[in-house]
C-alpha cells in the first residue's frame, strides 16, 4: 500500500517532514499558505485567460498574508464591504484596483468606498440605485444580472442579480437618476464545473450591450465573476483545472476582448482553495455505540466552517500509516453535537497527538472561522 503521506506530497508541495515540523514550531491547528501555489494559480489563470483583469475575491480568504501575496502579484480586489476595503489599502492597493461587487451596501459604507476613491460599484435594483445617488453619484456602476448556475454547489444567482428581462429598465432608470452604468456583471455560482453557464451568461450579456446601446447607455466592462474550480496540478482529470473551463469559454471571451470591451474577473476559489492546507491534532478519542470518534483540535466553529457554509468536503490525510482501516467519525473540539466533521470517513488506527492533515481548504474556511467556546482560531503561517 502506498504511505499516505507520499499520495498527499501529489497534491501539496509539502513533505510530512516539513508539515511536522512546522507543527512543531507553530502548534496545531495550523493553517498553512503556500505562497508558491498562490503564484502558480495566478500565473495559471493569467495564462489561460489572458487580457481578463483579475479582480481576487477577498470574502475567499481576506487574510491579510494572502491579500498581501496577492497585491504583490499585481491583482485587483473584489470586496463587499467597508472593512475589506480597509483590509486591502492598508496592504497598500491603490482604490482604483478594487470592486465592490456587493449588489446590497450599507449607507456608510458607501461613504467610505467615496471617501477612499473605490468607484466601481455594483448594482441590482432600484432602491440600490437610488441609495447610491444619494450617497456616491459619481460612481461607476456595473449592473448585475442573473444568469444560470446549473450544477454549481452554491448558486449565486439566488439572492443576487437582476432578471435580464429588468436590465433594460434598470439602466435607464440609473441614467434617469445621473447615474453612469459602465458595465454588466454575473455570478455562475460556485465552484462552476460547467463552461455552459458562462456561455450562456456572456449571450445574455450581449443582448443587454444591445438593450443598453437602444436605451443610449454604452456599456463597456464585461465582469464574469468567480465560480473558476480549483486548478488541479497533479490529480483530477483536467476536467476540473482552468484548463478545460479556458478552452471552452475562453473564445467567447476573446470576442468581447477583440471588440474592445474591458473584461475582468473576480475568482476566489480557484486562486487560493488548493494552495493551503490544515494541519490539525487529535486530541480525544472515544467508542460511541461500536463506532470510533476521533476529536480533532479545530472543527465546525474553525476552519471547517467551509463544511456548513460552502458545502464543503474534504479529504484527510492522518500522518501515520497501517494496512488496516477503519471507519470513523471526525468530530470537532467544541461542545456542540452539530461540530462533527465527516462521518464514514476510513483512516488508519488513530493516537492522541497524531497530526491530521487536509489539503484542499484554503478557500471559505478561515473566511468564516469563529472563536465559538473560546477555542482559537487556526494559526496562519505563509510557507
Ligand atoms: C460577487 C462575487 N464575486 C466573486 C466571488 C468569488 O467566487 P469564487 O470563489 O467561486 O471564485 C463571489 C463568491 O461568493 C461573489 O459573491
Redesign the pocket.
Known amino acids: 500500500m502506498e504511505r499516505r503521506s507520499k499520495t498527499l506530497e501529489r497534491v501539496f508541495p509539502l513533505s510530512e517532514e516539513a508539515i511536522v515540523e512546522l507543527a512543531n514550531e507553530y502548534g496545531t491547528p495550523l493553517f498553512l499558505v503556500v505562497g508558491e501555489r498562490v503564484m502558480r494559480n495566478y500565473a495559471a489563470f493569467q495564462e489561460f485567460f489572458p487580457g481578463i483583469e483579475i479582480f481576487y475575491?477577498v470574502?475567499?480568504n481576506p487574510h491579510p498574508l494572502v491579500v498581501k501575496t496577492l497585491a504583490n502579484l499585481g491583482s485587483s480586489f473584489?470586496v463587499a464591504s467597508a472593512q475589506e476595503i480597509a483590509l486591502v489599502l492598508e496592504q497598500g492597493v491603490a482604490p482604483q484596483r478594487m470592486i465592490f461587487?456587493n449588489t446590497i451596501k450599507r449607507r456608510e459604507a458607501l461613504r467610505y468606498a467615496r471617501e477612499k476613491g473605490v468607484s466601481l460599484l455594483t448594482y441590482d435594483n432600484e432602491e440600490e440605485l437610488r441609495k447610491i445617488r444619494t450617497v456616491y453619484p459619481e460612481a461607476k456602476l456595473i449592473l448585475r444580472l442573473k444568469t444560470p448556475s446549473l450544477g454549481s454547489r452554491i448558486d449565486?444567482s439566488y439572492k443576487f442579480g437582476a432578471d435580464p428581462e429588468e436590465a433594460a429598465m434598470l439602466l435607464k432608470l440609473a441614467k434617469n437618476l445621473g447615474l453612469e452604468t459602465v458595465g454588466l456583471s454575473f455570478?455562475v455560482g460556485?465552484?462552476c464545473h460547467n463552461p455552459e453557464n458562462y456561455l450562456r451568461s456572456l449571450e445574455i450579456v450581449r443582448t443587454i450591450i444591445q438593450e443598453g446601446d437602444r436605451e443610449g447607455v454604452k456599456l463597456t466592462v464585461v465582469d464574469i465573476?468567480?465560480?473558476?474550480p480549483l486548478h488541479t496540478y497533479y490529480t483530477e482529470g483536467a476536467e476540473a483545472s482552468m484548463e478545460y473551463m479556458s478552452e471552452r469559454i475562453y473564445p467567447l471571451l476573446r470576442s468581447f476582448l477583440a471588440a474592445g470591451y474591458r473584461v475582468i474577473a473576480?475568482?476566489?476559489?480557484?486562486l487560493i482553495g488548493n494552495a493551503c492546507l490544515l494541519v490539525t491534532k487529535v486530541i480525544g478519542k472515544a467508542v460511541r455505540s461500536g463506532r470510533i470518534w476521533y476529536y480533532l483540535d479545530d472543527g465546525l466553529y474553525g476552519t471547517f466552517s467551509a463544511i456548513p457554509f460552502d458545502k464543503a468536503s474534504f479529504d484527510f490525510y492522518p500522518l501515520r500509516d497501517s494496512e488496516e482501516e477503519k471507519p470513523c467519525v471526525l468530530a470537532g473540539p467544541t461542545c456542540d453535537s452539530l461540530d462533527v466533521i465527516a462521518e464514514g470517513v476510513k483512516l488508519p488506527p488513530l493516537m492522541l497527538d497524531d497530526l491530521v492533515v487536509v489539503p484542499n481548504i484554503g478557500?471559505y474556511s478561515i473566511a468564516s472561522a469563529t472563536n465559538f467556546n473560546g477555542f482559537e482560531r487556526a494559526r496562519v503561517v505563509l510557507v
Open positions: 475575491a470574502k475567499a473584489d461587487a449565486l455570478h460556485s465552484p465573476g468567480g465560480g473558476f473576480e475568482p476566489g476559489r480557484s478557500a
